[in-house]
């Protein structure tokens, strides 16, 4: 009788722990995730600042580009 008891006392004890590893693995996947998810919002903020910015400097470039063209195009009307 005894050794059945060791046995069952055994079953436990692996349970037990398969039970807190499989908690470890679902916790440290939990954080990793987290982590992941953090890294890519800050990428994808980063990747929209940086576009909005090349977007801005695209408009003032051709602001300026549009601008230079008209006078340019009056100082050409003057001439005639």
Do not use: P, R
């Not at 055994?10 to 908690?23: D, L, N, Q, R």
Request: no cysteine.
């Amino acid at each position: 009788m005894t050794e059945v008891n060791d046995t069952i006392k055994g079953h436990e004890v692996i349970e037990s722990a398969t039970m807190e590893e499989i908690h470890e693995v679902i916790s440290a996947t939990e954080a990793g995730v987290t982590e992941i998810n953090a890294t890519v919002i800050k990428y994808q903020q980063g990747i929209e600042s940086v576009t909005m910015e090349g977007s801005d400097e695209v408009t003032s470039v051709t602001e300026a580009s549009v601008k230079e063209f008209k006078a340019t195009v009056i100082k050409g009307q003057q001439v005639i």
